[in-house]
């Protein structure tokens, strides 16, 4: 008699994660999850009391591979916000399920965009806030939300198909856009 398969909790959100990069959110179910997994859903509903606490787990690890993603992007602009902004929509661009789930849609946590973007311990905006010398935080506020508001929207056409601008055309659409709004 053969050994019956034993699912960690670790195999479980990894098979999540695949299968929300692969099809998107929407996937997401138990059975669909199991159907993923090579198991039966016993295994989920024996780590997990509901699916939403399978979710929130899921969607630590997106917003970690997130962080990871932007963390490990080569610069390639010395001027704030760039870089950060290059990393979002390429990330936008190479994982558009996963960016629907962690910024277009209610990702089912208490994190705002702001903390996301920031990347916990990361600090990504900060870093981008002490870049640009003696602003006073009202003022990089403000043009942190005029800078994102660009740079989401650019994302999200990306992930549409509706955005086909080369990187370096976007280097230099986000310089001139951010030296606008700075000066």
């Not at 992007?73 to 290059?86: A, D, H, R, T």
């Not at 849609?105 to 973007?117: E, H, K, P, Q, V």
């Not at 508001?149 to 999200?156: N, S, T």
Request: proline share 2%; net charge negative; with cysteine.
């Amino acid at each position: 008699m053969s050994r019956k398969q034993v699912i960690s909790k670790e195999g479980l959100i990894d098979g999540a994660f695949r299968l929300v990069e692969e099809q998107g959110i929407d996937a997401m179910s138990a059975r669909n999850l199991a159907k993923f997994c090579g198991c039966s859903t016993q295994p989920i509903f024996r780590i997990y009391n509901t699916m939403d606490e399978m979710k929130a787990d899921l969607m630590d690890k997106c917003f970690d591979f997130f962080s990871q993603y932007v963390a490990a992007f080569q610069s390639v602009s010395e001027k704030p916000f760039v870089n950060l902004g290059m990393s979002y929509i390429g990330f936008a661009r190479k994982y558009p399920h996963l960016f629907e789930v962690i910024f277009v849609r209610d990702n089912g946590t208490d994190r705002n965009m702001y903390d996301l973007i920031n990347g916990g311990e990361h600090g990504f905006v900060t870093k981008e806030f002490r870049k640009l010398g003696s602003m006073s935080q009202d003022a990089f506020s403000l043009l942190f939300m005029k800078v994102w508001i660009f740079i989401h929207g650019a994302a999200c056409m990306v992930i549409k198909d509706d955005f086909d601008m080369t990187d370096s055309d976007l280097v230099s659409l986000l310089e001139d856009t951010i030296t606008a709004f700075y000066e």
